[in-house]
């Protein structure tokens, strides 16, 4: 696996990397508070079917910039640039948690670089802002989104004792916890404990609270033509799989763009770590197997 420093949008990324050069793209963009090694799972399986498959620190974590703005339009700005600094026109962009988010608003404001969209317990984010708006069940378990919106308490709650809290909503969030040792955890901690790293992570929900009608009438208005693919751990304790209900997602996606869902009954929200074979069996099954390279 190769670690990359990648320039784009003004930003500088640091990206991991498996694949041959010549393969096709996949692009995968993990969540809060993750890392690029999320996929590291994904990285070398992706790479054995003959694709070039690069995981990004996402703006703000990790090895990358930490500067914002943290608005979706500005973050799906940043994939599409990473696809160009990568030597691609297009790409496979593969979405996880915060990064589900932002390969949606990728696919809906730059939809020349996405050729396939797959996202991974995340809805597109103007379903989201209308379950929380409307739907109690979700707006409870989405409680966490609101306490994020107070200056300093939540940076103080993320990096103290050595940013447990990180841990702790790793494991929490699972329902295979045990794929999260005190070893696992102990990367993803250490960096949020970087400077500006919490403010940065808990940027993306601030920027995205601003705004949620807005939010929900930009997907609208640009609606997904890319195929989609959505594999959903069933277990989720904060996602409701009723946010992905397909009459909830018709009105973001192009006419007679049908998604294909997939459940992991026996995996929670961080699905791709939990669940990583069940989730490289559906992944090169819908990318079509082995790649062509040029």
């Not at 393969?23 to 994904?42: A, D, I, K, T, Y």
């Not at 809906?108 to 739907?135: F, Q, T």
Request: with cysteine; glycine share 10%.
């Amino acid at each position: 696996m190769q670690e990359l420093r990648l320039q784009a949008h003004g930003m500088s990324f640091f990206a991991l990397a498996d694949g041959p050069a010549t393969g096709p793209l996949v692009l995968l963009l993990h969540g809060f508070p993750e890392l690029s090694r999320s996929w590291r799972h994904q990285l070398p399986a992706l790479a054995s079917a003959g694709y070039r498959a690069v995981a990004p620190d996402l703006r703000g974590y990790g090895e990358s910039d930490k500067r914002g703005p943290f608005d979706l339009r500005t973050l799906a700005r940043d994939v599409s640039e990473l696809i160009g600094a990568i030597g691609h026109e297009r790409a496979i962009v593969v979405g996880h948690d915060w990064g589900g988010a932002v390969a949606w608003a990728t696919a809906s404001y730059h939809p020349e670089v996405v050729d396939r969209l797959v996202a991974m317990n995340c809805p597109p984010p103007g379903v989201l802002a209308s379950e929380i708006l409307g739907n109690p069940r979700q707006l409870l378990r989405s409680w966490y989104i609101f306490m994020f919106q107070l200056p300093l308490l939540p940076e103080w709650v993320l990096t103290r004792q050595s940013a447990n809290a990180v841990g702790q909503a790793l494991r929490g969030g699972s329902h295979v916890r045990e794929v999260w040792s005190r070893q696992e955890t102990a990367p993803y901690q250490e960096a949020m404990l970087k400077p500006g790293a919490a403010r940065a992570a808990l940027g993306y929900y601030r920027a995205i609270f601003r705004r949620p009608l807005k939010t929900r009438r930009d997907g609208r208005a640009h609606r997904i033509s890319a195929p989609v693919l959505i594999v959903w751990g069933a277990r989720d304790r904060f996602l409701g799989r009723e946010t992905v209900a397909l009459n909830k997602l018709a009105p973001y996606l192009a006419e007679g763009n049908r998604p294909e869902l997939v459940f992991l009954e026996d995996a929670g929200h961080f699905v791709q770590n939990e669940a990583p074979s069940r989730v490289n069996e559906e992944l090169l099954r819908w990318v079509g197997g082995r790649a062509e390279t040029a």
